[in-house]
């Protein structure tokens, strides 16, 4: 029996979008609002930081693997580095845009039905000729939606990397963005199945077109991949048994110390090792959700959260519902 203690899993923050709408109209435009984020804080999607700026959304839809914000963008503006990875659709007439991707440049015009793909982590600035506000669809996928789509068409998802692009031409993804807007437009029960599908696809055109190597040699900080392996599994079966285990435990599985394991899987998998925790136990819980009557509170406990709460915010933050309505879709 190890004398170890189990790793807390803190629980995410978020901005009040009100005080951030107070700010924007203090300031009066979007780039002060962007700056008055700590880093620290993560930051889901544009709506939560320029309220003012969203026409239409999905939040109030049930939608679990993504969510589409209708939005009126300024010429000038900048986004964070997000949680989330973003596309951006046009829909408004053609307009000539310069606009940096953490540090690729682009500067083109671009037109309707043209695609901006800004992976989690990456900052975007944007400044357009044309003066006045420009109509665009942003549509938000979780990197674990991205991860989980990968593992299912056989890719190796601890390898791989969403790639930034401009101004993008793909009949595929714009087919599938115009039909989410459509639903965000004429939102009703049975198509919020029909957005969690076409969020899969979506997520399956950017793993199988958009992605790329990552270069996880142990000597640049990763993991081998037999370690990685190992890892994961002893994670998932102790998880599948309902039992916590710590980091440093499966640190130890794996013959690693604490903290080169940490870095090295993060590095690896592109997410910490109690990150990557925190999305098994959610969808060890969407299993149970699904397949059995157990109250919330004891799925809660059973998927290995501390409490209720802290189960459906955490819940909320990577599925896009609560596990109620979760439940009542499934």
Same mark, same amino acid.
């Given at each position: 029996?190890?004398?170890?203690?189990?790793?807390?899993?803190?629980?995410?923050?978020?901005?009040?979008?009100?005080?951030?709408?107070?700010?924007?109209?203090?300031?009066?435009?979007?780039? @002060?609002?962007?700056?008055?984020?700590?880093?620290?804080?993560?930051?889901?999607?544009?709506?939560?930081?320029?309220?003012?700026? =969203?026409?239409?959304?999905?939040?109030?839809?049930?939608?679990?693997?993504?969510?589409?914000?209708?939005?009126?963008?300024?010429?000038?503006?900048?986004?964070?580095?997000?949680?989330?990875?973003?596309?951006?659709?046009?829909?408004?007439?053609?307009? %000539?845009?310069?606009?940096?991707?953490?540090?690729?440049?682009?500067?083109?015009?671009?037109?309707?039905?043209?695609? %901006?793909? $800004?992976?989690?982590?990456?900052?975007?600035?944007?400044?357009?000729?044309?003066?006045?506000?420009?109509?665009?669809?942003? #549509?938000?996928?979780?990197?674990?939606?991205?991860?989980?789509?990968?593992?299912?068409? *056989?890719?190796?998802?601890?390898?791989?990397?969403?790639?930034?692009?401009?101004?993008?031409?793909? &009949?595929?993804?714009?087919?599938?963005?115009?039909?989410?807007?459509?639903?965000?437009?004429?939102?009703?029960?049975?198509?919020?199945?029909?957005? *969690?599908?076409?969020?899969?696809?979506?997520?399956?055109?950017? =793993?199988?077109?958009?992605?790329?190597?990552?270069?996880?040699? =142990?000597?640049?900080?990763?993991?081998?991949?037999?370690?990685?392996?190992?890892?994961?599994?002893?994670?998932?079966?102790?998880?599948?048994?309902?039992?916590? =285990?710590?980091?440093?435990? $499966?640190?130890?599985?794996?013959?690693?110390?604490?903290?080169?394991?940490?870095?090295?899987?993060?590095?690896?998998?592109?997410?910490?090792?109690?990150?990557?925790?925190?999305?098994?136990?959610?969808?060890?819980?969407?299993?149970?959700? @699904? *397949?059995?009557? #157990?109250?919330?509170?004891?799925?809660?406990?059973?998927?290995?959260?501390? +409490?209720? +709460?802290?189960?459906? %915010?955490?819940?909320?933050?990577?599925?896009?519902? %609560?596990?109620?309505?979760?439940? &009542?879709?499934?």
């Amino acid at each position: 029996m190890r004398g170890l203690t189990n790793v807390q899993i803190q629980q995410s923050t978020y901005l009040p979008a009100t005080t951030l709408e107070a700010t924007a109209k203090e300031r009066g435009n979007w780039e @002060s609002v962007s700056r008055l984020i700590p880093a620290q804080v993560p930051v889901s999607d544009l709506s939560v930081i320029y309220p003012e700026a =969203v026409v239409t959304s999905s939040e109030s839809l049930g939608w679990q693997n993504l969510r589409a914000i209708q939005m009126q963008q300024p010429s000038e503006w900048t986004m964070p580095p997000l949680e989330n990875h973003c596309l951006i659709i046009q829909l408004g007439p053609p307009v %000539t845009v310069s606009a940096r991707i953490d540090r690729n440049r682009f500067e083109q015009s671009l037109q309707p039905g043209e695609i %901006t793909i $800004v992976p989690a982590g990456m900052a975007l600035e944007w400044t357009q000729q044309e003066t006045g506000t420009n109509e665009a669809l942003h #549509l938000y996928l979780h990197p674990h939606v991205v991860r989980t789509t990968a593992e299912s068409i *056989d890719f190796d998802c601890a390898h791989i990397s969403i790639e930034p692009r401009f101004g993008l031409r793909d &009949e595929h993804l714009n087919h599938i963005a115009l039909s989410l807007y459509c639903e965000l437009k004429e939102a009703n029960v049975i198509g919020r199945v029909y957005a *969690d599908s076409l969020a899969k696809l979506l997520a399956m055109q950017l =793993v199988r077109r958009y992605s790329y190597l990552k270069d996880v040699h =142990v000597s640049r900080g990763g993991i081998a991949p037999r370690k990685l392996r190992k890892a994961i599994e002893f994670i998932k079966a102790n998880l599948e048994k309902e039992q916590t =285990v710590a980091l440093a435990v $499966v640190a130890e599985e794996v013959q690693m110390s604490y903290f080169h394991f940490s870095r090295a899987f993060k590095q690896s998998m592109g997410v910490s090792p109690n990150v990557y925790m925190i999305e098994q136990r959610v969808e060890r819980a969407k299993k149970l959700l @699904s *397949d059995t009557d #157990l109250p919330i509170a004891d799925i809660a406990l059973r998927a290995g959260f501390a +409490s209720q +709460s802290h189960f459906t %915010t955490t819940f909320r933050r990577l599925a896009w519902t %609560t596990p109620k309505a979760f439940r &009542e879709m499934a």
